[in-house]
């Protein structure tokens, strides 16, 4: 006997047909909540490249500055008659006999 077109059907196999449905649903339902709720969102991974972007810029600052000291230490290592004299006229504000000091403002 042949069942007509409004037959039984067999609904088994409608579930299984639904996961890959379903599964990609919560699969773009997760990358949505993480985009946009969740702790390290879109807007927040953007703000933290921004300021390591700024933290960047300060540390070559820093680098560049500490490089212009290092080559300074380098010349008093070699010429350190020369800054020592520099230092106690300039910092301390003492003369030579004889010489006199005229400051200007």
């Known amino acids: ?8 059907r067999n609904f088994g196999n409608s579930f299984i047909e639904l996961l890959p449905f379903f599964f990609m649903l919560s699969l773009i339902l997760l990358t949505f909540y993480n985009l946009f709720f969740s702790t390290f969102n879109l807007k927040k991974v953007i703000k ?5 972007s700024n933290i960047d ?11 212009k000291l290092d080559n300074l230490i ?32």
């Open 74 to 105: 380098k010349q008093m290592d070699k010429n350190s008659e020369l800054y020592v004299e520099k230092f106690i006229r300039e910092y301390m504000q003492l003369q030579k006999s004889g010489e006199k000091i005229i400051l200007f403002k």
């Open 48 to 52: 933290m490249n921004r300021s390591m």
């Open 57 to 67: 810029m300060e540390l070559r600052k820093v680098k560049e500055r500490n490089e």
């Open 1 to 8: 006997m042949r069942e007509g077109l409004r037959g039984k």
